[in-house]
């Protein structure tokens, strides 16, 4: 399939090394909001809607993973960026690992969080069908409780309406595309292909993909670290925040800024 023009939004200096936030299924690229002002005050960061989702296009479905890859590197084209650090939480974990894996020339640093190399299908196909025969908006609710522990939940009923409105605008066929890419996905032959330095981190109470997930992530790149939060579910994120941010910074301070320069000819 081809590339679509995903929706972005670009904060930093511009001349900074780039940084590139992938959302999870069902969220959009607010969900990075609490990482976004510390890493823009070194980092140009770039968030964007995966097909599907929020503001970009939801062509119709089937979409591979590597249809979700090279709407990334059309971003990257678009924006002019050579090589780029790479981060994402569970589909858009998966999205940048295999990006790593197969462009790893792109991909300045990895970071993977609550994300997966090969998770259980049968679930994310259910879901499938019921987004296409009901929409998202029917199990919002019951998705927005795996996201986060109940008690930050019960803390912050304004975040938990905010999720599932995400989860409610997202494209019923898009996400459904979307959950049809995590069923079939199968990352596991990739781990040891990726080159890049890789930060994995993980909710220790991820009851969507916990720890073991990210521990098998973390034992097939090569020399990848492990970070497990705690108190946190799926969007580890947005319940350890500062953790979050504090650890993505060191690691991409830790990689260095690479090398900069157009994406003329990279690909
Ligand atoms: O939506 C969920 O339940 C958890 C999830 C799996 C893949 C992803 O991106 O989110």
New binding site residues.
Partial sequence: MTAVEVAYTEDGPAGAPVVVLS?????TRGMWDPQVPALAERYRVVTYDTRGHGESPAPAGPYTLDDLVDDVLALLDRLGVRQAHVAG??????TAMRLAAREPERVRSLAVL???AK?DPQ??LD?AAAARAGGTAQFAPT?VQ??LTPGHAAEHPDLVARLAAMIEGADDEGYAA??EV?AGMDLRADLGRIAAPTLVVSGADDP??PPDHQRLIADGIPGADLLTLSPAA?LANLERTLETTGALLGHLDAAGPGRGGTAEGAR
Wanted: glycine letters at 14%.
């Fill in positions: 959302n999870s299924l069902g969220a939480l569970s589909l858009g974990g998966m609550c994300s997966s998770a679930g994310f879901r998705v795996r996201w979307c959950c995590v969507a993909l799926h």
